[in-house]
């Protein structure tokens, strides 16, 4: 194992010399983008379960307030929290996943992100355990980032490593797909369980549901994840002897620049994710006084706009090449962030799901490339590292404090249109270091190194 060798950019497009693992069969790629996909969604699953939860029924639970709105803000900081844990998290799954393989990092984060998902499902709430009870569901909060932090470079990883050179980006956008099914799935056991307990049923013990539910899906994701081998790729790396001891200190020596502009190209898919699948719930039944089970259902609705864009954007990236139709994308953030708020305040279902419609487009523009994009801007030995540590970036940047931002920007000047504006600076800062970002840097060492 060499622990100081550097891959240059010289040393990248020099073909390989050694035989390697054989190349993956189409059977191989199916079971991969089968286990990154389901993984992937039940993941998100876990996650997007507590932004429900945030919006819903976790003031009362464990921030008591005279105040809805007060309690509302103090549900989404733990919202927020796990974001914090979300880098340390990629930094830990990118450091040992460049050295032990991206598949048993993966069966680790799965461990760790189901478990704090149970753990919440059991937790007593303030009025039984008192100061005890936020301070605990902060904690398993940072724990459910943390697994979460270093799933998607390890999903993306396996799915893009495994494809056809002109397939990249439709395989990455495979556990792509998973964020808006784990926004659909979740939405529809909160649907299902409002449906079907009395509200006080729901408060008292229903709204655990969800949560405990996840123990089946965690063993089925294992499961699927235990039958992949690692990623060809990798597997050449340590036969060459490429792996880094530190690749970490590597990843910020000689590929820093990168890594800070992709991942702030990257904060504004995130933001408009958990604006649209967390703030827009408590928005839309605080502000605009509509039913739960209308915004829920709307929610939903866009879940399914966006996995069907999703696709469209991977397959226009795989035609058009990736950063075209990511700088699209970003374009159009920036012109539909006033409509978005300009239909939903209207307070009409149909014209609030053209509103998700127009930004999810805009989002799927830029996540359908992200995963091919962003894994390509790495060589193998420091490409967990560096998707991973870009995709933390903004998600921090624009993930898990938008719905924080927007709901005090609300609080603050009683209007939609500071939150637009907010919308529109992440499109503008997603254009402004897209740009710049060269790409396709490692092209030819991805090839050589298959």
Same mark, same amino acid.
């Given at each position: 194992?060499?622990?100081n060798?550097?891959l240059?950019t010289?040393?990248?497009?020099?073909?390989?010399?050694?035989?390697?693992?054989p190349a993956?069969t189409p059977?191989?790629?199916?079971?991969v983008?089968?286990? =990154?996909?389901?993984?992937?969604?039940? $993941? /998100?699953?876990?996650f997007?379960?507590?932004?429900s939860?945030?919006?819903l029924?976790?003031?009362?639970?464990f921030?008591?307030?005279e105040?809805?709105?007060?309690?509302t803000l103090?549900?989404?900081?733990t919202f927020?929290?796990g974001?914090i844990?979300?880098?340390?998290?990629g930094?830990?799954?990118?450091?040992f996943g460049?050295?032990?393989?991206r598949?048993?990092?993966?069966? *680790?984060?799965m461990?760790v992100?189901g478990?704090?998902?149970?753990?919440?499902?059991?937790? #007593?709430?303030?009025?039984?355990?008192g100061i005890?009870?936020?301070?605990?569901l902060v904690t398993?909060?940072?724990i459910q980032?943390l697994g979460?932090?270093?799933?998607?470079?390890g999903a993306?990883l396996?799915?893009v490593?495994?494809?056809?050179?002109n397939?990249?980006?439709?395989?990455?956008?495979?556990?792509?797909?998973?964020?808006?099914v784990?926004? *659909?799935? =979740?939405n529809?056991?909160?649907?299902?369980?409002t449906?079907?307990?009395?509200?006080e049923?729901f408060?008292?013990w229903g /709204?655990r549901?969800p949560f405990l539910? =996840?123990?089946?899906?965690?063993?089925m994701?294992?499961?699927?994840?235990?039958?992949? $081998?690692?990623?060809?790729v990798?597997?050449r790396?340590q036969?060459q002897e490429?792996?880094?001891r530190?690749?970490l200190? $590597?990843l910020?020596?000689?590929?820093g620049?990168?890594?800070?502009l992709a991942?702030?190209?990257s904060?504004?898919?995130?933001a408009?994710?958990?604006?649209?699948s967390?703030?827009?719930?408590?928005?839309?039944?605080?502000?605009?006084g509509?039913?739960?089970?209308?915004?829920?259902?709307?929610?939903?609705?866009g879940?399914?706009?966006h996995?069907?864009?999703?696709?469209?954007?991977?397959?226009l990236?795989?035609?058009?090449?990736q950063k075209?139709?990511?700088?699209?994308?970003?374009?159009?953030?920036?012109?539909?962030?006033f #409509?978005?708020? /300009?239909?939903?305040?209207?307070a009409?279902?149909?014209?609030i799901?053209?509103?998700?419609a127009?930004?999810?487009?805009?989002?799927?523009?830029?996540?359908?490339?992200q995963a091919?994009l962003?894994?390509?801007?790495f060589p193998?030995?420091?490409?967990?590292?560096?998707?991973s540590t870009?995709?933390?970036?903004?998600?921090?940047?624009?993930?898990g404090?938008a719905?924080l931002?927007a709901?005090?920007?609300?609080?603050?000047?009683?209007?939609?249109?500071p939150?637009?504006?907010?919308v529109?600076?992440?499109?503008v800062l997603a254009?402004?270091t897209?740009?710049?970002l060269?790409?396709?840097?490692?092209?030819a060492?991805?090839? =050589?190194?298959?």
């Amino acid at each position: 194992m060499s622990s100081n060798s550097t891959l240059t950019t010289d040393d990248a497009s020099r073909p390989s010399q050694h035989a390697g693992a054989p190349a993956p069969t189409p059977a191989d790629q199916r079971r991969v983008l089968g286990a =990154s996909f389901a993984g992937t969604a039940i $993941e /998100w699953y876990d996650f997007f379960i507590y932004g429900s939860a945030a919006a819903l029924i976790f003031g009362p639970q464990f921030f008591p307030s005279e105040d809805p709105i007060t309690g509302t803000l103090s549900a989404f900081a733990t919202f927020a929290v796990g974001f914090i844990a979300r880098p340390i998290g990629g930094l830990l799954a990118g450091h040992f996943g460049d050295q032990i393989g991206r598949k048993k990092m993966l069966l *680790i984060t799965m461990l760790v992100m189901g478990g704090a998902t149970v753990g919440i499902g059991l937790l #007593p709430n303030f009025a039984t355990i008192g100061i005890w009870a936020p301070i605990l569901l902060v904690t398993l909060r940072f724990i459910q980032g943390l697994g979460v932090g270093g799933e998607w470079g390890g999903a993306v990883l396996m799915a893009v490593e495994y494809a056809p050179r002109n397939r990249r980006a439709l395989f990455g956008a495979f556990p792509q797909m998973g964020l808006p099914v784990g926004i *659909i799935v =979740s939405n529809l056991v909160f649907i299902t369980v409002t449906a079907t307990l009395a509200p006080e049923a729901f408060q008292d013990w229903g /709204w655990r549901v969800p949560f405990l539910l =996840s123990a089946l899906l965690i063993i089925m994701a294992l499961y699927l994840r235990f039958r992949v $081998e690692d990623s060809p790729v990798f597997q050449r790396t340590q036969e060459q002897e490429e792996v880094q001891r530190f690749p970490l200190g $590597e990843l910020l020596r000689h590929h820093g620049g990168s890594t800070l502009l992709a991942g702030l190209a990257s904060a504004a898919s995130p933001a408009i994710g958990y604006l649209y699948s967390v703030y827009m719930l408590a928005y839309g039944t605080e502000a605009l006084g509509l039913p739960q089970p209308t915004m829920l259902w709307l929610i939903v609705g866009g879940a399914v706009i966006h996995l069907v864009t999703v696709i469209l954007g991977a397959l226009l990236a795989d035609r058009f090449q990736q950063k075209p139709v990511f700088v699209i994308g970003a374009a159009l953030v920036v012109v539909g962030a006033f #409509p978005l708020f /300009w239909l939903v305040d209207t307070a009409q279902p149909v014209l609030i799901l053209l509103g998700f419609a127009i930004v999810l487009l805009a989002q799927s523009l830029m996540a359908g490339p992200q995963a091919a994009l962003v894994a390509e801007l790495f060589p193998a030995n420091l490409r967990y590292s560096g998707a991973s540590t870009a995709y933390q970036i903004g998600s921090i940047v624009g993930g898990g404090f938008a719905p924080l931002i927007a709901t005090s920007l609300y609080a603050a000047f009683g209007a939609s249109w500071p939150i637009s504006l907010y919308v529109l600076a992440l499109g503008v800062l997603a254009l402004v270091t897209i740009l710049p970002l060269r790409t396709g840097r490692f092209d030819a060492s991805w090839e =050589s190194s298959r």
